[in-house]
């Protein structure tokens, strides 16, 4: 099989973009080096500065290195002053030259065929056709099925894979996208009872609404428009543009949700029109508006928009209404790297309705055995989207819970609860114009759950004089609220930690939840995800100086939850000595625990007291340790204490830049999981597929 892959699409507009974005996160949960190439592309100087959009999503999202130039090999400019001279051997040529440097350079290449934007040619399918076969890629087929019958969408179909059959091209798959669902399942049984191609996967994706419609960013741009009002709300989606030229008692029953209302810069009366049905929870809430005639809002209008709380954003522009209108209706719609909702959710369609794994074993040479940081991330996500689990998450009012918790609903992760006041919450999902429609908000002191929730508190703790008035106190606390959910089984985890400490996450779950048995203690671990692998540093972050006994329930522990992720635990318990070779109270220690931990599990490859060199380094381990099956290849280090195991995370992270994930507490009877105050979005996403995953774990799916 190939190194590479291209995808082709049949004409314009056919989400090829979400395709790519699906296939690269596909590809880099499995290969270790994976580049993007362009062979033509299309590039306007006024956007991404003078960046082909694609190659800016792709170099954006996925942190690709590659310099933009050596990503493509010609502009759709060059590309048609060669053709249109008769150098069509020159141009595959100087594709093939720029191309050879990237698969020099990476274990796989993704290739991405054309936009139908441009005249290139007077067949650009056919030149994507010639280029994959020169470039020696199997074919990945893209087909636009929005707002076609299904007999057109066949006879594309059969008319793409007769043209690339005929130049002798590969063709692995066929998505069919943007397609109506109640046809997806007919057209891939018509497709299959053809057999137009022979061996080959048939796949179809639904039209996703907000996949093809304008931010009010891009509109932004594509206008060269001028924000007045509003700039923070431009990730806004476009759903419709409302031409306002009526009177207002006619105007309101043209808005609908998602509305671009477009109107003379003078019309006072629609302007507040517009505001009034933004504050109306009885009228669809529109996307934005644009100002015609370079005409802007007098000083009394303009006092009165910036007194609104709601604001949407508001555009001017110096055309009239009638030209600005029909530059919208020519809009191209894209997904952008600074538009991370849009890409969360091309994602999550092209997953749910692809077969990942069926698609893996088409495309994917060999396997390397190398875990990179994104194809670790890329497991948790799956691993978790598996066997779909309910967390909690108590921190409901805060900005980046909020917005985790529609990254992870938008990809479908996991189902979710939010804690909080829970006006104040849909307050704050109106403010930063989110979509978490999918999440359960329960405001503990109203639920029908709080009485029960403070009996069942009560039962565990009233032999530590709990009275039923501190049990109801308790309960209000939303860290107890929601570790009592999980507790009972009403949710399967809990995250929390953006705004409270380790403390306030941590004692509810040993009141409540308490230990596992055979486990004293709660401990836990970061998964240290390096350039090539993945380790487990253990305990850096709840027990400052574990005894012995401890020290083997930690190490024990950790090598669980390395199973758990999929990592073969080969335990070092670390000291400042190696073998027999040093003396005194904290290498004893360690000895003392190695010992315990080997009798209590006999099976598990263990070593200690050792070395950090000596557990990590093969060279240093045939030196110290020769016969040892962990010395050297080590994926799970237990530190002696909190000191050392802080410092050294917080080490290795910030100088060999690692991707810390966690703390993942482990000892507990149900998953509860501890965030840093810091944390940004995404430590929040992985903490919640973490959680889930152990959830999972603990259920046995």
């Not at 056919?14 to 590809?27: R, W």
């Not at 529609?406 to 919450?425: A, S």
């Not at 100088?655 to 810390?660: Q, Y």
């Given at each position: 099989?190939?190194?590479?892959?291209?995808?082709?699409?049949?004409?314009?507009?056919?989400?090829?973009?979400?395709?790519?974005?699906?296939?690269?996160?596909?590809?880099?949960?499995?290969?270790?080096?994976?580049?993007?190439?362009?062979?033509?592309?299309?590039?306007?100087?006024?956007?991404?500065?003078?960046?082909?959009?694609?190659?800016?999503?792709?170099?954006?999202?996925?942190?690709?290195?590659?310099?933009?130039?050596?990503?493509?090999?010609?502009?759709?400019?060059?590309?048609?002053?060669?053709?249109?001279?008769?150098?069509?051997?020159?141009?595959?040529?100087?594709?093939?030259?720029?191309?050879?440097?990237?698969?020099?350079?990476?274990?796989?290449?993704?290739?991405?065929?054309?936009?139908?934007?441009?005249?290139?040619?007077?067949?650009?399918?056919?030149?994507?056709?010639?280029?994959?076969?020169?470039?020696?890629?199997?074919?990945?087929?893209?087909?636009?099925?929005?707002?076609?019958?299904?007999?057109?969408?066949?006879?594309?179909?059969?008319?793409?894979?007769?043209?690339?059959?005929?130049?002798?091209?590969?063709?692995?798959?066929?998505?069919?996208?943007?397609?109506?669902?109640?046809?997806?399942?007919?057209?891939?049984?018509?497709?299959?009872?053809?057999?137009?191609?022979?061996?080959?996967?048939?796949?179809?994706?639904?039209?996703?609404?907000?996949?093809?419609?304008?931010?009010?960013?891009?509109?932004?741009?594509?206008?060269?428009?001028?924000?007045?009002?509003?700039?923070?709300?431009?990730?806004?989606?476009?759903?419709?543009?409302?031409?306002?030229?009526?009177?207002?008692?006619?105007?309101?029953?043209?808005?609908?949700?998602?509305?671009?209302?477009?109107?003379?810069?003078?019309?006072?009366?629609?302007?507040?029109?517009?505001?009034?049905?933004?504050?109306?929870?009885?009228?669809?809430?529109?996307?934005?508006?644009?100002?015609?005639?370079?005409?802007?809002?007098?000083?009394?209008?303009?006092?009165?928009?910036?007194?609104?709380?709601?604001?949407?954003?508001?555009?001017?522009?110096?055309?009239?209404?009638?030209?600005?209108?029909?530059?919208?209706?020519?809009?191209?719609?894209?997904?952008?790297?600074?538009?991370?909702?849009?890409?969360?959710?091309?994602?999550?369609?092209?997953?749910?309705?692809?077969?990942?794994?069926?698609?893996?074993?088409?495309?994917?040479?060999?396997?390397?055995?190398?875990?990179?940081?994104?194809?670790?991330?890329?497991?948790?996500?799956?691993?978790?989207?598996?066997?779909?689990?309910?967390?909690?998450?108590?921190?409901?009012?805060?900005?980046?819970?909020?917005?985790?918790?529609?990254?992870?609903?938008?990809?479908?992760?996991?189902?979710?609860?939010?804690?909080?006041?829970?006006?104040?919450?849909?307050?704050?999902?109106?403010?930063?114009?989110?979509?978490?429609?999918?999440?359960?908000?329960?405001?503990?002191?109203?639920?029908?759950?709080?009485?029960?929730?403070?009996?069942?508190?009560?039962?565990?703790?009233?032999?530590?004089?709990?009275?039923?008035?501190?049990?109801?106190?308790?309960?209000?606390?939303?860290?107890?609220?929601?570790?009592?959910?999980?507790?009972?089984?009403?949710?399967?985890?809990?995250?929390?930690?953006?705004?409270?400490?380790?403390?306030?996450?941590?004692?509810?779950?040993?009141?409540?939840?308490?230990?596992?048995?055979?486990?004293?203690?709660?401990?836990?671990?970061?998964?240290?995800?390096?350039?090539?692998?993945?380790?487990?540093?253990?305990?850096?972050?709840?027990?400052?100086?574990?005894?012995?006994?401890?020290?083997?329930?930690?190490?024990?522990?950790?090598?669980?939850?390395?199973?758990?992720?999929?990592?073969?635990?080969?335990?070092?318990?670390?000291?400042?000595?190696?073998?027999?070779?040093?003396?005194?109270?904290?290498?004893?220690?360690?000895?003392?625990?190695?010992?315990?931990?080997?009798?209590?599990?006999?099976?598990?490859?263990?070593?200690?007291?050792?070395?950090?060199?000596?557990?990590?380094?093969?060279?240093?381990?045939?030196?110290?340790?020769?016969?040892?099956?962990?010395?050297?290849?080590?994926?799970?280090?237990?530190?002696?204490?909190?000191?050392?195991?802080?410092?050294?995370?917080?080490?290795?992270?910030?100088?060999?830049?690692?991707?810390?994930?966690?703390?993942?507490?482990?000892?507990?009877?149900?998953?509860v999981n501890d965030l840093s105050r810091g944390c940004t979005i995404p430590d929040i996403v992985n903490t919640v597929a973490i959680t889930a995953i152990q959830a999972q774990t603990e259920k046995n799916l």
């Open positions: 099989m190939s190194n590479n892959l291209y995808i082709a699409a049949t004409g314009a507009r056919s989400g090829k973009s979400a395709i790519s974005l699906g296939v690269m996160e596909m590809l880099l949960g499995t290969i270790d080096h994976v580049g993007f190439f362009r062979p033509i592309i299309e590039i306007d100087p006024k956007i991404n500065d003078g960046k082909d959009n694609d190659i800016y999503l792709m170099s954006s999202h996925f942190n690709l290195k590659t310099p933009h130039e050596k990503m493509y090999g010609y502009t759709a400019a060059e590309a048609k002053r060669l053709l249109s001279l008769g150098k069509e051997a020159e141009l595959i040529e100087g594709i093939l030259q720029k191309y050879s440097q990237m698969i020099a350079t990476y274990d796989f290449v993704l290739c991405e065929g054309t936009d139908f934007t441009s005249s290139i040619s007077a067949s650009e399918f056919d030149l994507n056709a010639m280029i994959a076969k020169n470039l020696n890629c199997p074919v990945l087929l893209v087909v636009n099925a929005h707002k076609k019958s299904m007999d057109d969408t066949l006879g594309s179909i059969e008319f793409a894979l007769d043209a690339l059959s005929e130049k002798k091209c590969d063709i692995f798959a066929t998505i069919v996208n943007r397609a109506d669902p109640k046809d997806g399942e007919k057209i891939i049984n018509l497709l299959k009872g053809r057999d137009l191609t022979g061996d080959q996967g048939y796949y179809t994706m639904p039209n996703e609404e907000s996949l093809g419609s304008p931010t009010v960013a891009e509109i932004d741009k594509m206008l060269e428009a001028k924000v007045l009002y509003g700039e923070e709300q431009l990730n806004r989606h476009v759903l419709n543009f409302t031409v306002a030229a009526m009177h207002i008692r006619h105007f309101f029953d043209q808005i609908e949700h998602g509305s671009l209302v477009i109107t003379s810069g003078d019309r006072a009366d629609v302007i507040v029109a517009c505001l009034a049905a933004v504050s109306s929870m009885s009228i669809d809430n529109i996307a934005g508006m644009v100002l015609t005639g370079g005409l802007v809002p007098e000083e009394p209008i303009d006092k009165l928009i910036k007194g609104f709380s709601r604001m949407v954003p508001i555009l001017s522009v110096k055309e009239d209404t009638f030209s600005t209108a029909r530059k919208l209706d020519r809009i191209h719609p894209r997904i952008t790297p600074d538009n991370g909702r849009k890409i969360s959710r091309a994602l999550a369609v092209f997953e749910k309705n692809v077969n990942l794994s069926e698609l893996g074993q088409r495309v994917i040479t060999t396997k390397t055995t190398v875990v990179t940081p994104k194809m670790f991330e890329f497991g948790l996500l799956q691993k978790a989207r598996a066997h779909k689990q309910h967390i909690v998450l108590p921190e409901g009012e805060e900005e980046r819970i909020l917005r985790a918790a529609e990254t992870l609903l938008r990809r479908e992760v996991v189902d979710i609860t939010l804690l909080g006041d829970e006006q104040l919450i849909q307050e704050r999902i109106v403010q930063l114009d989110l979509n978490l429609s999918g999440a359960k908000i329960i405001d503990p002191l109203k639920s029908e759950l709080f009485e029960e929730y403070v009996a069942a508190y009560y039962n565990l703790r009233q032999h530590k004089g709990i009275t039923m008035e501190n049990a109801k106190d308790i309960m209000s606390d939303v860290s107890y609220f929601g570790t009592m959910m999980t507790y009972k089984g009403d949710a399967d985890g809990m995250v929390s930690g953006a705004l409270h400490t380790t403390g306030a996450t941590i004692r509810p779950a040993f009141e409540i939840i308490k230990t596992k048995p055979g486990f004293s203690i709660v401990s836990s671990v970061f998964l240290m995800c390096l350039p090539e692998r993945v380790l487990v540093y253990g305990d850096c972050a709840v027990n400052p100086n574990p005894n012995a006994k401890q020290l083997a329930q930690i190490a024990i522990s950790s090598a669980q939850t390395a199973i758990t992720f999929g990592i073969d635990p080969r335990v070092a318990m670390l000291s400042y000595s190696t073998g027999e070779s040093g003396t005194g109270e904290d290498v004893n220690r360690v000895r003392e625990a190695t010992q315990i931990a080997k009798e209590t599990n006999p099976d598990l490859k263990l070593e200690g007291p050792i070395q950090y060199d000596a557990a990590v380094d093969l060279a240093v381990a045939k030196t110290k340790m020769p016969d040892s099956e962990v010395a050297g290849k080590a994926t799970v280090l237990i530190f002696p204490d909190l000191n050392t195991g802080n410092n050294t995370y917080k080490a290795v992270q910030r100088s060999a830049g690692a991707v810390a994930i966690g703390p993942i507490l482990q000892g507990l009877n149900h998953p």
